[in-house]
């Protein structure tokens, strides 16, 4: 059966339908700020796993500075045809239209980092709300209408946050698959990270500020290899337009 495992962020109690070991790895998981939740229609979650009977996987870019790595990642995505998500920051899409323009010309989507690229755990309510409009703003002049991905500062949230963003018709996007290459740890670990850790439905964390040094030719090897191993590679709203399958609730 097609399903989705989700996290319910506003419950103490888990019940779980599987083995005891698997609800003390859950567990775990809640107590971290970065929390992996995953997408239901019914409570505030953050998608960070598509459909695991589904041989699809997402890539993702974060960008929030920098102008020197995004054209060299274009390139190799446009070799492969490979359609990407990429997650920007609106003061960055401000300061460079010209590279957001060229990641829209490849077909990639686009999602939004809120503006300022700051923690959101760090920030008030109200705080985050001006954040998400005027990121909204930028994007809309800057002719990117209707963007409703969202993917939080450092991927830190809370159940507040996400009722926040939904509240505001965003759906908010995390990932579970995440080789640090922004810490740039060599080429050679940033591939056997990703073909290792990625399974059916993975969301690909990757970034393509400046900080990113290693990532495009590491994209030459990732890309085709997820392809020999049978993996589709698809955009963020495709995955989410694959969640219409049964879910499996953790309460």
Do not use: C
Not at 42 to 65: C, H, M, Q, R, Y
Not at 153 to 181: K, T, Y
Not at 229 to 242: A, F, W
């Amino acid at each position: 059966m097609n399903h989705f495992y989700t996290i319910r962020l506003n419950r103490k109690k888990i019940i779980l339908s599987t083995v005891i070991v698997l609800a003390a790895a859950i567990l775990i998981w809640t107590q971290t700020p970065s929390i992996m939740a995953m997408f239901t229609k019914d409570e505030p979650a953050a998608l960070s796993k598509g459909n695991e009977d589904l041989e699809d996987v997402a890539v993702t870019f974060n960008i929030s500075w920098g102008e020197e790595k995004v054209e060299s990642i274009l390139e190799v995505l446009e070799k492969e045809e490979v359609q990407a998500t990429f997650f920007v920051s609106g003061e960055w899409a401000e300061r460079h239209p010209d590279l957001l323009e060229a990641i829209s010309e490849g077909t990639h989507e686009i999602g939004l980092l809120g503006y300022r690229y700051k923690s959101y755990l760090d920030q008030e309510p109200e705080q985050i709300r001006q954040d998400l409009i005027k990121a909204q703003e930028v994007m809309d002049k800057l002719g990117y209408e209707d963007i409703r991905l969202l993917r939080t500062p450092h991927g830190h949230l809370n159940e507040e946050i996400i009722e926040l963003a939904e509240s505001m018709q965003f759906q908010v996007i995390h990932w579970n698959v995440n080789p640090d290459d922004w810490e740039n740890p060599g080429v050679e670990s940033i591939i056997d990270e990703v073909m290792e850790q990625t399974e059916n439905g993975d969301i690909i964390l990757l970034h393509a500020s400046d900080s990113a040094k290693q990532t495009a030719e590491a994209l030459e090897t990732v890309l085709p290899g997820l392809k020999n191993k049978g993996y589709g590679l698809i955009t963020i709203s495709e995955m989410v337009n694959q969640a219409k399958a049964d879910t499996e609730l953790i309460d």
